[in-house]
């Protein structure tokens, strides 16, 4: 072999090796420059998720505050459907009106999710608003409030909440930058 030829192939073989490295160096560039994303994604993605779930529990709260200014109606509503009615209605107005801040919170429950912690709070929302539903009817009908529809509402108005607050509580213990999978179905 000649000495140009080897001097030829040397060179071709350095540039090879140089342009190798470099596609190496960039794509483990793209590669970390892509996990820290996935790891700042996760972060910010936790601390939407402890905002959303800690204001949706604090709408229940506002709820049950809402809640405990009914049974003092509900009860002159009991002993006299004519002359209780109009306060429980009035007070029912205010429990609706943290119905509907319940809904708005579960929404935003469901943007940030899983779709675990968006089940419980829309199951919450919906058991919540069974036992409006419930003194509601029989208060705009004037019938006689159904006390083993309202005393199992109330119970399941506190599975739900304690279901949401484990399902959240699961979620916030991942680590961050775990990506949920969607399921499939």
């Known amino acids: 072999m000649d000495a140009g030829v080897a001097a030829v192939l040397g060179a071709t073989v350095g540039v090879v090796g140089t342009l190798g490295t470099a596609v190496l160096t ?18 910010w993605l936790r601390e939407r998720r402890h905002e959303r779930y800690i204001a949706f529990l ?3 709260g506002a709820w049950d505050t809402a809640l405990d200014q009914v049974w003092e109606p509900l009860g002159r509503y009991r002993r006299n459907p004519a002359a209780g009615r109009a306060g429980l209605l009035a007070a029912l107005q205010t429990l609706e009106g943290r119905y509907d801040g319940l809904v708005a919170l579960e929404e935003r429950v469901a943007l940030v999710g899983p779709e675990g912690a968006a089940h419980a709070a829309e199951r919450t929302r919906r058991i919540y608003r069974v036992l409006f539903d419930v003194i509601h009817h029989a208060a705009t009908e004037g019938q006689p409030v159904p006390e083993a529809e309202v005393d199992a509402a ?17 979620v916030m213990e991942k680590p961050p930058g775990v990506w949920e999978r969607p399921s499939a179905q």
């Open 26 to 43: 960039y794509a483990a560039a793209r590669r970390q420059a892509r996990d820290v994303g996935v790891v700042e994604h996760g972060h």
């Open 58 to 60: 604090d709408g229940l």
């Open 154 to 170: 109330l119970v399941d108005t506190r599975k739900v909440a304690g279901d949401f607050r484990k399902v959240s509580r699961q």
